[in-house]
């Protein structure tokens, strides 16, 4: 199986790259549009079953079949990956738990 990403194809095409990217973001923020509230931390952040881990195996599935339907480009998991996570430090879908180790989130 040879090659299909086509970041590694041609790197040189920056705006390409940055313009399917901006898009990628844009549909992870509509399809989080989609559902109610998801918790991001929990008992186990390693539960495949947990809500959040399974919206995102779906979620980097269905970005790559947009991708290469609507862009015809095949994006690298890093791309769908990073782009996912962008959408989510944005979205207001996502809540955290008050003690989740982040020690800015603590009172004093």
């Known amino acids: 199986m040879g090659i299909r990403y086509d970041l590694w194809l041609d790197p040189d095409d920056v705006a390409r790259h940055r313009a399917v990217e901006a ?17 991001l ?11 959040f881990n399974r919206l995102y195996d779906v979620l980097m599935a269905r970005a790559g079949e947009y991708c290469e339907r ?8 890093e791309q769908l990956n990073r782009t996912f996570f962008r959408a ?3 979205s207001n879908k996502f809540i955290r738990d008050p003690d989740d180790g982040d020690p800015s989130r603590h009172d004093a």
């Open 70 to 77: 609507q862009w015809g480009y095949v994006p690298t998991p």
């Open 23 to 39: 898009d990628l973001e844009r549909f992870f923020m509509e399809r989080f549009a989609d559902f109610p509230h998801i918790r």
């Open 41 to 51: 931390f929990g008992e186990d952040p390693y539960d495949y079953d947990a809500p």
């Open 88 to 90: 989510v430090g944005r």
